[in-house]
């Protein structure tokens, strides 16, 4: 029998990246990334919506992404679908649908590459990361393949 939980998303963060440790030492970071969507109904009117998906990232990925990222840049996200449920401390169930990504791409160059006029990157460098062909508007793929173990260290990334 096959079966597929995959999401891909594109947005907005909409928050900086929350970086934790669990007791054991595992990093995690999560976030939020808006979706907008668009369409013109039965009237002719045109109608908007905005989707809110919460992120959860572990390891390295969450130690870059958490570097990296911030409120307001675009961002292509690629992971599962997770639903948590636990009881709160008050005794209330509660359930939380997230996306655990596997996979985060920035959509756009940091606000302080296009200040001052010009388009150099700023003296800390680009990511250098990933081999995925990225346009110079883009910087590169954060990925666990990426940040896996021993593939590639934090010392390794220029900033």
């Not at 390295?60 to 992971?79: D, F, H, P, T, W």
């Not at 636990?86 to 169930?93: I, L, S």
């Amino acid at each position: 029998m096959l079966s597929l939980n995959r999401a891909t998303i594109i947005g907005n963060l909409t928050r900086d990246p929350e970086l934790r440790y669990t007791p054991n030492g595992q990093a995690v970071a999560s976030f939020a990334v808006a979706t907008n969507r668009s369409w013109v109904d039965n009237t002719g009117e045109k109608k908007d919506a905005v989707e809110y998906h919460e992120i959860v990232t572990w390891g390295k990925l969450a130690e870059i992404c958490s570097q990296i990222l911030s409120k307001g840049r675009k961002a292509y996200v690629e992971g599962r679908i997770q639903t948590r449920t636990w009881e709160g401390q008050d005794g209330v169930k509660r359930q939380k649908t997230e996306i655990v990504a596997e996979n985060v791409l920035v959509l756009d160059k940091p606000k302080e590459w296009s200040q001052g006029g010009g388009s150099a990157a700023p003296s800390s460098g680009g990511m250098g990361m990933g081999s995925a062909p990225v346009s110079s508007d883009m910087a590169p793929p954060i990925s666990n393949e990426i940040a896996g173990e021993g593939e590639i260290s934090l010392d390794d990334i220029p900033f």
